[in-house]
């Protein structure tokens, strides 16, 4: 089973907030992502690290922010929130990139509603 | 321009029959596919995988076929249980080379949603 962790589940907030969305990981993995999911759409990769220090962007452009100071840990963080950010939020891991044998192992996700 | 396409975005099934999910892609270069399963208000969770060079990849109840030639792969699931209802995502691999060196880039369908009736 793996062990990564996604704070808070659910989130409602009203706009221009700022939130952090937290997720760790216990499996020692290097490599840490951040997808963004709408009902009925595809999984859109917005961030990506592998290893301390290492951030990049991913396929699909975020006015959100991450960073990597340790291994297990890899928050996003939106400094003003506004209603076109609501979304839910995967956070995910894994051994040996993405997709490679190893696959990626998911957190539950957090669920966004920006009023 | 979606590069991995399931264009069943419901199917619904009776126990003990069969379930097949099928996916489309257009990128040549994909090497390796992948099937997640995804609850409500959980993260999806892997199924199973395929290579390129394989064309059937068998797990359990779960078997994944692949056509390279027409570029389209299929999830069967026999047979099938009310607990494998969930929405099933079609997941495509491509390597880069970028200056972290080789890493996998890994495009996702909009999923299907099986229901599988008792």
């Known amino acids: 089973e793996a062990d990564i962790y996604q704070t808070p589940r659910y989130l409602v907030i009203g706009t221009g907030k700022k939130i952090t969305l937290e997720c760790s990981q216990t499996m020692g993995h290097d490599k840490m992502y951040w997808y963004q999911q709408d009902p009925g759409m595809e999984l859109h990769l917005i961030h990506y690290?592998?290893?301390?220090?290492?951030?990049e962007k991913g396929d699909l452009s975020s006015e959100s922010t991450v960073s990597r100071i340790r291994t297990e840990h890899f928050p996003l963080t939106l400094e003003s929130a506004r209603p076109s950010h609501t979304s839910q939020y995967l956070c995910?891991?894994?051994?040996?990139?993405?997709?490679?044998?190893?696959?990626?192992?998911f957190g539950e996700g957090s669920r966004l509603t920006v009023l | 321009d979606q590069q991995v396409k399931q264009n069943s975005p419901s199917l619904s099934v009776q126990e003990g029959r069969i379930s097949i999910l099928n996916c489309d892609y257009t990128n040549s270069m994909f090497d390796y596919f992948l099937w997640y399963k995804k609850y409500p208000a959980e993260g999806p969770t892997f199924l199973i995988s395929i290579s390129s060079i394989k064309d059937k990849n068998e797990d359990g109840r779960f078997t994944v076929f692949l056509n390279k030639s027409a570029k389209h792969l299929s999830l069967h699931i026999v047979p099938s249980q009310p607990g494998d209802s969930a929405v099933y995502f079609c997941?495509?691999?491509?390597?880069?080379?970028?200056?972290?060196?080789?890493?996998?880039?890994?495009?996702f369908g909009k999923g299907t949603l099986l229901t599988v009736n008792p």
């Open positions: 997941a495509a691999s491509e390597r880069r080379v970028g200056a972290q060196g080789s890493n996998y880039k890994l495009t």
């Open positions: 995910a891991s894994s051994e040996r990139g993405q997709g490679l044998g190893g696959e990626l192992f």
């Open positions: 690290s592998y290893g301390v220090n290492s951030t």
